[in-house]
């Protein structure tokens, strides 16, 4: 058992340490038209549940795509400009100022791997050629503007060139200046380490409280940080882990990636998740309330910086299909105010409320590891600690009660008493 404190050279911020983020894919959450569109202020709609995320126990609003594009927000056709569909520039300037007054950070998604087809680069390039200044901006399959994992209307970008360095450091700059708190940066896995360690140290030069989170999914996650310089990458692999072991009854799957994750802590502290913008509802997936509730004990009791999705903490169903609109279904409208949300998503809100008052009460579980103590296909019990205190999270997929841990119970999902009956959870301390 040990903690496993940020590494010496680490250039993650300090305010990071307590940050727990509500995501929100914009489009999606606003309603917004599937393709660009006339100027609508939506923006504001978003601004409006930023009590809602402070009531939920988070201070970070991480947001999709929220400029100019096409179609979903990753056919970027203007990094410096916000989508028409959401809003202008003094609609995100408000939402960032809004939201510093409250105490809630920003973070901004970054397109940098690839742009639309309708960008100005990707139209010159393939008006003028591969050979002219604008094609050496863009990688190209034969005559072709190579796409992005075959999607048509992704232009994948040629991260060697100097002028897609200097292009990337302006945008995340002009929009950490503008208010925003740091940059997760989509299909990081896509793009050489090496074109981010160019870039950051340019932007941090500038801005060296931000925070640069990369997408990844598969990989090595430790050497890509150390090579990158990035201050954390998504742990897809724990993410599969925690919906697989709670769906097929297999804590012997979770417990391995427990290990694996627990390895990457002297590297860094990895973005944890149990439900994002890209993949089907947890509670869909699991089917089981109850298991979602473990689940989301889970997310917070185990070492990382925290996401939760929005609708997660609701337990909004939702399955994601590889078809156009496939998205549509995990991206949904909110509605105006919480006060519109079923009653039924309440009980899913309330464990949510509970697990991070818990991580709030012990912060040191974002870097301590969350070690193995008893396991068997249906029951694990979790150990941490820090400094004198010992946390255990004790958890029950079987059909039958199993002996919890003895100790103060400090959460617990309901008829937990001294056993755990079916598909229940409980963090004790001793």
């Given amino acids: 058992m040990s903690d496993h404190p ?10 990071v340490a307590h940050a ?3 995501q929100v894919f914009p489009l999606g959450f606003t309603g917004a038209e599937r393709e660009s569109a006339p100027l609508t202020h939506r923006l504001p709609h978003v601004e409006s549940w930023l009590d809602y995320l402070i009531d939920l126990g988070c201070n970070g609003l991480a947001l999709g795509p929220v400029f100019a594009s096409s179609t979903h927000g990753y056919d970027t056709v203007d990094h410096l400009a916000v989508d028409p569909r959401l809003g202008d520039d003094a609609d995100l300037d408000h939402l960032l100022a809004t939201a510093r007054e409250k105490g809630v950070r920003i973070l901004l998604d970054g397109v940098f791997n690839h742009i639309g087809r309708d960008h100005p680069w990707a139209v010159e390039a393939v008006r003028e050629g591969p ?5 050496q901006r863009i990688r190209w399959s034969g005559d072709r503007p190579e796409s992005f994992e075959g999607h048509d209307i992704l232009v994948a970008l040629n991260h060697d060139n100097g002028a897609v360095q200097d292009h990337v450091v302006d945008v995340m700059n002009h929009w950490l200046a503008r208010g925003a708190d ?16 160019a870039v950051l140290p340019r932007v ?10 990369g997408e990844m999914i598969h990989g090595d996650y430790a050497t890509y940080v150390d090579r990158s310089g990035l201050d954390s990458v998504t742990q897809y692999e724990l993410w599969k882990a925690t919906w697989s072991a709670l769906r097929d009854g297999n804590f012997f799957e979770l417990a391995h990636a427990l290990g694996r994750h627990d390895a990457l802590l002297p590297t860094f502290v990895p973005a944890t998740f149990v439900g994002n913008h890209d993949v089907t509802r947890v509670a869909t997936t699991l089917g089981d309330d109850r298991d979602v509730d473990i689940a989301t004990a889970l997310l917070f009791f185990v070492p990382g910086t925290p996401t939760v999705y929005y609708g997660d903490e609701q337990g ?4 994601k299909e590889e078809r156009v609109g496939g998205d549509d279904e995990i991206r949904p409208p909110f509605p105006a105010s919480p006060d ?7 009980p899913r809100y309330r464990v949510h409320q509970a ?7 012990f912060p040191w579980l974002r870097t301590t590891s969350a070690d193995v103590e008893t396991l068997t296909n249906t029951a694990l019990t979790l150990r941490a600690a820090h400094d004198g205190t010992t946390l255990r999270l004790a958890l029950n997929l079987g059909d039958d009660a199993v002996t919890r841990p003895g100790g103060e119970v400090l959460a617990a999902a309901d008829g937990v008493g001294d056993t755990l009956p079916p598909h229940t959870w409980a963090i004790v301390q001793n």
């Avoid at 940020?6 to 305010?15: G, H, I, V, Y």
């Avoid at 941090?204 to 989170?213: C, G, K, L, N, T």
């Fill in 182 to 197: 740091g940059w997760r940066l989509d299909a990081a896995y896509a793009v050489d380490p090496s074109f981010w360690a």
């Fill in 316 to 319: 909004f169903r939702g399955t």
């Fill in 20 to 22: 727990i983020w509500w």
């Fill in 204 to 213: 941090r030069a500038e801005h060296p409280d931000a925070w640069f989170v």
């Fill in 131 to 135: 050979d002219s200044t604008a094609g």
């Fill in 6 to 15: 940020a590494p010496s050279a680490s250039t993650e911020p300090d305010w």
């Fill in 355 to 361: 697990m991070i008052s818990l991580r709030r009460r």
């Fill in 340 to 346: 519109e949300l079923s009653p039924l998503g309440l």
